[in-house]
Nanobody, 121 residues
Framework: QVQLVESGGGSAPAGGSLRLSCAET?????????MAWYRQAPGKERELVAL???????TYADSVKGRFTISRDDAKSTVYLQMNGLKPEDTAVYYC??????????????WGQGTQVTVPS
């Protein structure tokens, strides 16, 4: 029932911008708590980029602080990542993350399929 659909990835020049989006498609059936973006570069571990709570409190990795902005639209069950001032080291596969619950169920964690972001050097 719960699926995450990512979009907005691609290639951008250094100093450019991209905006990623991720929509949870069950509507209001799934009650969402936290929403986040992770990324993984080849040969490296997955790392948290940004997280936003149901109350709207956001945290960022030091490497993206001041350049990236995470936001959410609860009416659309969608999380966004605005990426400005892109650097080659931002190149990675970006994964959307959502946790929450269905009625009478324990908390669930869901991941998007990943979208490639490439910033040539």
């Amino acid at each position: 029932q719960v699926q995450l659909v990512e979009s907005g990835g691609g290639s951008a020049p250094a100093g450019g911008s991209l905006r990623l989006s991720c929509a949870e498609t069950s509507g209001n059936i799934f009650v969402i708590d936290d929403m986040a973006w992770y990324r993984q570069a080849p040969g490296k571990e997955r790392e948290l980029v940004a997280l936003i709570t149901s109350g709207g409190s956001a945290t960022y990795a030091d490497s993206v602080k001041g350049r990236f902005t995470i936001s959410r639209d609860d009416a659309k069950s969608t999380v966004y990542l605005q990426m400005n001032g892109l650097k080659p080291e931002d190149t990675a596969v970006y994964y959307c993350y959502v946790d929450g619950y269905l009625t009478y169920n324990d908390k669930e964690k869901h991941w998007g399929q990943g979208t490639q972001v490439t910033v040539p050097s």
